[in-house]
């Protein structure tokens, strides 16, 4: 059982600060990863999660509807950087073997990932797959496919298939969309009771054969 018994509903926890700081939430996030036992990393976590929650709170007023409205460069600038503090502390919390601190920790990156780069599906397809592996690992499947299933949809649905018919070799950011989906269609195939349709079959053949061949590529001489 985990001992993180921290985590609330984020909009449960009252912000203790006006502006967004990405440099005290690493601070607090290291003094989690520098503890000298799991009550002492508890009590570190529980202050970096609720200065998180408040700096979603804070980022989620100033991002102005970003990406329909414009957004202030620092905004976007420290919203980033809280999105990769948020990845930072739920590695922190995995390190404590808490599998459900882990789960609420990439839920909030996700969560805080979405107020700033929700149309960069190569930013919130592999935060969305990371908390929906979490949900499955404690039992949540219907979350989990709920995550898998989202990760799908929108691949679909933003028409992201085109980039396997691309003849130039794939971006990095093509790389992290492909491999989150492919992961999101062997999880579906393993969780689902129906499995995967006609259609997502010969999608899941498509992604397999580009991923594994930019693998074999990998260790040509």
């Known amino acids: ?9 984020f909009f449960g926890v009252p912000r203790t600060d006006k502006k967004l700081n990405s440099q005290e939430a690493l601070r607090l996030i290291d003094l989690v990863v520098q503890a ?23 980022l989620g007023d100033s991002a102005n509807g970003y990406p329909r409205n414009a957004i202030d460069a620092r905004v976007w600038t420290e919203g980033y950087a809280l999105a ?10 995995a390190g404590w073997n808490q599998r459900r601190g882990e789960e609420q920790a990439t839920r909030l990156a996700a969560t ?39 990760i799908i949809g929108d691949f679909d649905q933003l028409c992201l ?14 790389v992290k969309i492909l491999t989150s989906v492919r992961n999101s269609f062997i999880a579906l195939q393993r969780l689902s009771p129906q499995g995967l ?15 594994d061949s930019l693998s074999q590529k990998d260790f040509e001489p």
């Open 161 to 174: 298939e085109e980039i396997l018919d691309s003849t130039e070799p794939f971006s990095d950011s093509e």
């Open 112 to 150: 805080m990932a979405l107020q700033i780069v929700a149309h960069y599906p190569e930013e919130i397809f592999p935060r969305v797959l990371r908390h929906a592996l979490c949900c499955e690992a404690l039992g949540m499947t219907s979350e989990a496919v709920k995550g898998y299933g989202n």
């Open 36 to 58: 000298q036992n799991l009550d002492a990393a508890v009590a570190a976590a529980e202050m970096a999660f609720s200065f998180l929650v408040g700096q979603l709170h804070i």
């Open 1 to 9: 059982m985990s001992k993180f018994p921290f985590f609330k509903r």
């Open 84 to 93: 990769q503090a948020c990845d930072s502390f739920a590695d922190a919390v």
């Open 197 to 211: 349709s006609d259609a997502q079959h010969e999608i899941r053949e498509r992604l397999n054969a580009a991923l």
